[in-house]
């Protein structure tokens, strides 16, 4: 079945430095992938999507990477601030259906 | 203009009873979609609706039933409510065509 991955429940980071979130998929070839922003108490809410032919795309400070051949996106918020403290969501399309799947997320938290 | 909009905000049920969470949109988009959410798990996949009078299985469907009668709406039931369906609800919309699902504040729904 397909599967994602975040690599890690939560992240600590200081303010300025990089944040690098990473999420990793099995059984599957999506045609492209995305990342939401969830914060405590509201639903996600739609950053980037980046499809298959695409290998970096930016939006401001954000950054993400698909690598199809490793089945890894990577997600990077520059001179991070605290407010870009929550949690963080990929999703990919199901091959079939109209729908998608969900990673469990990575909470961030950025360190005044 | 309201966007998606779940209601209740929270609910507290005895095990044993009945419940319907109503989603409506103002968006006028095609596909609507019920998720779970749990602690560790991430949003998983309940029910979901390609059109009005049209509903689908996701990857969790069994306790819940869905229905879709009028494009803006779309209701989720629990006929016999268990607490293991503890969890918080939210509900996703889609315009046909584009990739992002825009998504209501949530239910948090506790069963005792």
């Known amino acids: 079945s397909q599967k994602i991955e975040q690599n890690s429940e939560a992240l600590n980071i200081q303010e300025g430095k990089t944040a690098t979130l990473t999420c990793n998929y099995t059984?599957?070839?999506?045609?492209?992938l995305q990342w939401y922003r969830q914060d405590p108490g509201r639903g996600p809410v739609f950053l980037l999507l980046?499809?298959?032919?695409?290998k970096e795309k930016r939006k401001e400070r954000l950054k993400v990477t698909f690598d199809t051949t490793l089945k890894q996106s990577l997600f990077h918020i520059t001179a991070s601030q605290p407010a870009d403290s929550a949690t963080y969501l990929c999703?990919?399309?199901?091959?079939?259906?109209?729908?998608?799947?969900f990673g469990p997320g990575t909470r961030l938290s950025v360190l005044p | 203009n309201a966007g998606v909009t779940q209601t209740p905000k929270f609910r507290v049920l005895k095990t044993g009873q009945s419940m319907t969470l109503l989603c409506a949109q103002d968006?006028?988009?095609?596909?609507m979609y019920w998720y779970r959410q749990d602690p560790g798990m991430g949003l998983r996949l309940i029910h979901y609706?390609?059109?009005?009078?049209?509903?689908a299985k996701g990857e969790v469907p069994d306790g819940y039933n869905v229905s879709r009668l009028k494009k803006q709406n779309f209701l989720l039931g629990l006929e016999s409510a268990a607490p293991s369906q503890t969890s918080v609800y939210f509900c996703?919309?889609?315009?046909?065509?584009?990739?992002?699902?825009?998504f209501g504040a949530g239910t948090r729904l506790s069963v005792l």
């Open positions: 996703a919309t889609r315009r046909r065509g584009r990739n992002i699902q825009y």
């Open positions: 059984n599957y070839s999506p045609a492209y």
């Open positions: 980046i499809r298959e032919n695409e």
């Open positions: 999703a990919l399309p199901r091959s079939y259906g109209q729908n998608f799947v």
């Open positions: 968006m006028n988009h095609e596909y």
């Open positions: 609706s390609v059109g009005e009078g049209t509903t």
